[in-house]
Structures are given as structure tokens and as C-alpha cells.
């Protein structure tokens, strides 16, 4: 199956800072959505981004599905975006398809 | 309109009791799935349903059974809980097949002792 690999794994900031997390797949998707997990477990949609850029306030994503990679840019970081950034990608096959995860990004935004 | 909404929000099993997790949504989506998410990973596929009517095996289903209610509803059940299935337990939808975006629910917290 596909693997997803992220990084890095642990990334502890001072508030206004600015960070780049990454996601590298092993094959070409159909499908790469970033999720922010915040400390009480919510899963938040951030950005459905199988190819290009898209942005959202602080945060904005990249995709090169040609390169196999995905950023998330956070800039002028906030306490309250303090939790784990998963990346997630789908390769449609013959026998299914799923969801896989990669282990994700714990970010911890000190004040 | 609520998105995806799970039952219950905590519970803890002895080993051998069973239980049914419940999910539903209300965006009209085809698709729904269930997943696990141990302490330091990522989620993991345990079924999921393309369409009412059908369920499939995702990565890790063996312990679990599903049932597709109705385009609303997904149930997850544990026949005879084991240890190993301590998890915090999410459910998904999407408009349609894994290619769509996919919209989370709260997750249940279980605990098997």
C-alpha cells in the first residue's frame, strides 16, 4: 500500500512564529487532505488538496502531485494551533481505496 | 446542521461484553467509514460503505462487525471486546467514494479492561 511519511514528528514554537510542515507519499493519489487534531481530539478539515495551492487566513497548503509531497505552511502561529497536523492520502486501486495517514506533526505553541 | 455526530462519547468494556458505536449524518452523504486512532498514530480504515447497502473490510477489521441502517446511519459493533481494541474510535463521511473529502465526527473514547 501507500506509504505517507511526515515531518517533522515534534515542532515546539514561540507564538508569531512561522512553520512548513511536510508530507511525502510513495505514489500518486487521488485524494491528500490535512487535518488539524486539537487537544481535546477533534479532527478538523484544514485543506482538500490533491494538486495546487490553496489558503485559509495563516494557514496555506502545496501540493506537487507530480513530486509526491504536500506542504502546510502556518504562519504568525497562535496557541490555539498547538496539536497534531495529520496529512492523508487516497490512491484509488482495482481492489479499493482508502484513507491512509501518515503519523503526523505534534505542534506546541508556547505563548 | 450538525455534520457527523457519534454515540457514545466515552465508554469502558470488560473483556468478552459487546457494544454498538453509533454514527449519523446529515449532509446527505453516500459514503461513511469507520476508523481507529491508537495513542501516537495516525487513523486506521476498519470498514467502510461506499453506498447504502454495501460495507467493505477496510485495513484492520477483524473484532468488528458494521451495519449501513440507512443513507444516514454506520454502526460499529464489538462482539467480544478484547483488549487490543482500547481506541478512540472516529466516523467519516463523504459525498461520495474516498476520493471526496471526508468530514470527521467527535470520536468515542473506549477503554477495554
Known amino acids: 500500500g501507500i506509504q505517507v511519511e511526515q515531518s517533522p514528528p515534534d515542532l515546539i514554537l514561540q507564538e508569531g512564529a512561522n512553520s512548513t510542515l511536510r508530507c511525502n507519499f510513495s505514489d500518486s493519489v487521488n485524494n491528500l487532505q490535512w487535518f488539524h487534531q486539537n487537544p481535546w481530539g477533534q479532527l478538523i478539515n484544514l485543506f482538500y488538496?490533491?494538486?495546487g495551492t490553496k489558503q485559509n487566513g495563516r494557514l496555506s497548503a502545496t501540493t506537487v502531485a507530480t513530486e509526491r509531497y504536500s506542504l502546510l505552511y502556518i504562519s504568525s502561529s497562535q496557541t490555539t494551533d498547538s496539536g497534531v497536523y495529520f496529512c492523508?492520502?487516497?490512491?484509488?486501486?482495482?481492489?479499493?481505496?482508502?484513507?491512509?495517514f501518515g503519523e503526523g506533526t505534534q505542534l506546541t505553541v508556547n505563548p | 446542521n450538525a455534520g457527523v455526530t457519534q454515540t457514545p462519547k466515552f465508554q469502558v468494556l470488560k473483556t468478552g461484553q459487546s457494544m454498538t458505536l453509533q454514527c449519523a449524518q446529515d449532509m446527505n452523504h453516500n459514503s461513511m467509514y469507520w476508523y481507529r486512532q491508537d495513542p501516537g498514530m495516525g487513523l486506521r480504515l476498519i470498514y467502510y460503505s461506499a453506498s447504502e447497502g454495501t460495507t467493505d473490510k477496510g485495513e484492520v477489521p477483524n473484532g468488528y462487525n458494521v451495519s449501513r441502517l440507512n443513507k444516514r446511519e454506520f454502526s460499529l459493533r464489538l462482539e467480544s471486546a478484547a483488549p487490543s481494541q482500547t481506541s478512540v474510535y472516529f466516523c467519516?463521511?463523504?459525498?461520495?467514494?474516498?476520493?471526496?473529502?471526508?468530514?470527521f465526527g467527535p470520536g468515542t473514547r473506549l477503554t477495554v479492561t
Open positions: 467519516a463521511s463523504s459525498v461520495r467514494d474516498s476520493v471526496y473529502e471526508q468530514y
Open positions: 488538496i490533491p494538486s
Open positions: 492523508a492520502v487516497l490512491r484509488e486501486e482495482t481492489s479499493g481505496s482508502r484513507l491512509t
